[in-house]
């Protein structure tokens, strides 16, 4: 838990639940397990509302709950994720790719649960239908029936899963939380008759009593549906190998062409819900199933597929590799190699754009020889003395580039000494996800202040907007109505226009840093894992 | 009249033969002789005698003095060194021999004194001389622009102090290294699109798309943007550079000894590629780009609210 991502967790947590969620959330985070009782006197907050953020929190994933680890009787101590508070940062991320998979439908499943937390089915299943209805025009509406199968479809390709259930106080000797994939019944769709149409909600007259009117239907109806107690979250890891999947396609499709591509694709999808999260490589698939499960729309003739598939394996990227002779050739595709080139690629254009291509030019040299002196940098590179000189140190002060010294004497004598120049991909790719980490904190409080300067503005914008909708409603004249817009003057919508501008422009980086942060935290995940 | 042998006797008191006698020696046996062979010639002469013409000799400059593993060899020296040397004293002679046994590669003036033991004043005094006399000659080195080394006058100086082909006038060449970059790098660009272009085979396509080096070196040649030969490690020398931008990567395969271009047995083949990302989202953002990332933090001088690399960027 370093000091910037407890930063940017504060961040999200105080944009999307409150400030005192993010009160809680940063002390549980910066103090590691703690009870209810030293919660609430460190942080001062009354015991209402502390427990109110501890039910936030905990309904979405972001803490869990365990027996004291004083033994038996101590209370229950809260520890929080950090990695799931910033999991908040890729929820745009999420939704778009269940709206290009699922459509509509799916994309909405997505927001609920993901705005949510934990739902069961039918709950989500009715939101999602009277969602939908508001959307469609007079006198359509949406049918349950359709909702569920998108839901069931996303059940089927493990993206949504239950949660796993509580482990109760007087549980075992199971120190670990049980994760949701040891539940068997983790993609297990429940049987439930949910038969209806999405209902359209009407108008703000009858508002107040139509919501009472449905809060009390939904209590009595939820009962009937027999499938209470199973609450389904969105699975987010399914999610992430998904954006591995999509990362490493399209660097195929980058380095050699749209065929490769496509059969790579095809290879990682027979292997979506076979291969474990964490697996180096997919299973051995042979040539003659990857011929057969090729869509429809590319009719390569076999012998093609066979010089492609050699082709990719020949590649010094090493996406693919050969792990067999039978069945025409078994082929694998090395998940961690891939996604070590990738990362290697993030570093250098993170150095080639920072630095310029000579400087970058010196790093991947480092990079594929390892360690080298001065003067050998300088003649391979092709770059006079003076300049690569200067480059070298300030990839030196920047810490990319780290300084080995092999002694010659006992005695560390700089005059008998090598000093050798190194590059660690492992390090650096840590220290530049930090470097991530601190500029999305950075965009996010600069969003924060560019819409506190303007507030008063929005304020305004926020009355007259809200004036032109009761008048519209009511049915006023236009003369009215351009009466109230004008109450805007010209500057003040430029004004309000830059905003809009900036904000958006804020909010797409942030987005885009997130990919670089998925990158660097998959290749660190994956190395770590096979070194330990 | 009696048939008498003229003995040619030769008057073995007299200095002067015996030192033509010992140069004749030499002359017969060009790979010098030894004190024993002259010893077998000229058995009656005395030790004493003996070695008063071999200094005699010596000192006029007339023969050299070598030493092998069963003695000393004595060696007639070729005349036209013997001139050069007329009027040079011993010190100048010894620090002559030391520059021409450093060959093309050179000799720094410290390393002289070590192997003549001579005072640093006297040795730069006869470099001086020698220089003014145009037996030597002074060669700036490319590695420490300070430091001189000197080497005979008519030799060409070695690679590693001129540094080759990138060098002229130790001053590095880095425009021309950019445009020959830049040409060998065009022309592999473009035999990769002819190549995809082709729409054959994707086996066919790739292997077109290579190039040997040994096509690259024809082609840079033709193109007579270059004043120095190059040879064919000039060019490997840049397409490694291209290698190291990430633009070319580099395959050996085995090849049959003899086919245009195989070294030992093996090809170079070099093949222009593309990034495998786009620039990464990191860098799109002033953020990473920043000289003083590390100084800002909220509150302070430079913090997120008041930079003004963001509201540039924001602005654009």
């Known amino acids: ?532 | 009249m009696s048939d008498v042998k003229v003995k040619r006797e030769t008057n073995l008191s007299d200095p002067a033969d015996i030192e033509s006698r010992i140069k004749e020696l030499c002359q017969q046996f060009p790979h010098g002789i030894t004190d024993q062979v002259i010893q077998n010639d000229m058995p009656h002469l005395e030790p004493q005698q003996r070695a008063m013409a071999i200094n005699k000799l010596l000192s006029l400059g007339q023969l050299d003095l070598l030493r092998n593993s069963s003695g000393l060899l004595y060696r007639l020296k070729d005349t036209q060194s013997t001139s050069k040397m007329k009027g040079s004293d011993n010190q100048e002679k010894l620090v002559y021999q030391i520059i021409e046994d450093a060959g093309n590669k050179g000799i720094w003036s410290r390393d002289i004194r070590f192997k003549s033991n001579l005072p640093l004043t006297e040795i730069n005094k006869i470099l001086k001389n020698l220089e003014s006399k145009k037996l030597i000659k002074a060669v700036k080195s490319v590695a420490a622009s300070k430091k001189k080394v000197y080497m005979l006058y008519n030799l060409q100086p070695d690679r590693s102090v001129t540094g080759g082909a990138w060098y002229s006038d130790q001053d590095f060449e880095s425009e021309f290294v950019e445009v020959l970059n830049q040409q060998c790098f065009k022309f592999l660009q473009s035999k990769a699109e002819v190549a995809r272009d082709s729409k054959q085979s994707p086996m066919v396509q790739r292997n077109s798309s290579f190039a040997t080096s040994h096509e690259v070196w024809k082609y840079i040649c033709e193109l007579g943007i270059s004043k120095v030969d190059l040879s064919m490690d000039d060019i490997e020398t840049i397409l490694n550079t291209l290698i190291y931008d990430g633009k070319v990567e580099m395959t050996i395969i085995a090849a049959k000894e003899g086919t245009v271009g195989s070294v030992d047995g093996q090809m170079k083949l070099y093949r222009g590629v593309n990034p495998i990302i786009q620039p990464t989202g990191l860098v799109k953002t002033p953020c990473g780009l920043c000289p003083v990332f590390d100084d800002c933090h909220e509150g302070g001088e430079i913090s997120p609210s008041n930079c003004i690399y963001m509201m540039e960027w924001l602005d654009f």
């Open chain 1, 1 to 532: 838990m370093t000091s910037q991502e407890v930063r940017l967790c504060g961040l999200l947590l105080r944009e999307h639940f409150g400030d005192v969620v993010e009160k809680v959330g940063t002390h549980l985070l910066k103090s590691g397990a703690q009870n209810l009782r030293t919660i609430i006197h460190e942080t001062g907050i009354s015991l209402d509302l502390v427990k109110k953020s501890l039910c936030v929190l905990v309904q979405h994933g972001a803490c869990v709950f365990s027996p004291g680890r004083k033994g038996r009787g101590s209370p229950t101590e809260y520890v929080a994720s950090c990695d799931r508070i910033l999991r908040i940062l890729r929820y745009p991320r999420y939704i778009y790719t269940a709206k290009t998979l699922y459509g509509d439908t799916g994309e909405l499943i997505i927001e609920e649960l993901l705005q949510r937390g934990h739902m069961t089915l039918s709950n989500t299943v009715k939101t999602v239908a009277d969602r939908l209805t508001q959307n469609m025009e007079e006198g359509h509406s949406m049918d349950y029936s359709e909702v569920s199968s998108a839901f069931s479809k996303l059940v089927e390709t493990h993206f949504l899963q239950r949660c796993p259930p509580p482990a109760g106080a007087g549980s075992k000797d199971s120190t670990t939380e049980p994760t949701p994939e040891s539940f068997p019944d983790c993609y297990k769709m429940p049987h439930v008759t949910l038969v209806g149409r999405g209902k359209r909600q009407l108008s703000t007259e009858d508002g107040e009593e139509q919501r009472n009117a449905k809060k009390a239907r939904l209590a009595i109806e939820v009962g009937t549906h027999g499938d209470e107690g199973i609450y389904w979250q969105v699975n987010l890891e399914r999610f992430h190998l998904h954006f591995r999947d999509q990362t490493i396609i399209s660097a195929v499709a980058n380095k050699l062409d749209q065929t490769s591509s496509e059969i790579v694709r095809t290879m990682l999808r027979m292997s979506e819900v076979t291969t474990s999260p964490a697996a180096t490589c997919t299973k051995p698939l042979s040539a003659n199933e990857i011929f057969r499960s090729l869509p429809s729309g590319y009719n390569i003739p076999r012998p093609i597929l066979d010089q492609y598939l050699t082709l990719l394996v020949d590649d010094p990227m090493e996406f693919v590799g050969k792990a067999g002779e039978s069945g025409g050739g078994m082929f694998v595709v090395n998940l961690d190699r891939a996604l070590a080139n990738l990362a290697r690629a993030t570093l250098e254009s993170v150095v080639q754009e920072r630095f310029g291509s000579r400087s970058a030019r010196i790093f991947r040299l480092l990079l594929r020889k390892r360690h080298l002196e001065q003067k050998q940098v300088e003649d391979f590179a092709m770059i006079p003395a003076k300049e690569a000189k200067e480059m070298l140190y300030t990839l030196l002060s920047q810490n990319l580039v780290q300084l080995q010294e092999i002694p010659k004497t006992a005695d560390f004598a700089p005059s008998r000494t090598f000093y050798l120049y190194t590059v660690n991909q492992l390090p650096t790719a840590r220290m530049l996800l930090q470097n991530c980490y601190k500029t999305v904190a950075n965009l996010i409080e600069r969003r924060l202040f560019e819409s506190k300067e303007s507030k008063r503005l929005l304020e305004k914008s926020q009355r007259i907007e809200a004036i032109l909708a009761s008048l519209q409603a009511s049915g006023a004249e236009p003369e009215q109505l351009t009466e109230v817009e004008e109450m805007i003057t010209a500057p003040e919508k430029q004004q309000l226009d830059a905003l809009r501008l900036h904000i958006n422009k804020l909010d797409s980086a942030e987005n885009q840093v997130d990919e670089t942060i998925f990158l660097l935290e998959s290749y660190i995940n994956s190395t770590a894992s096979s070194t330990s």
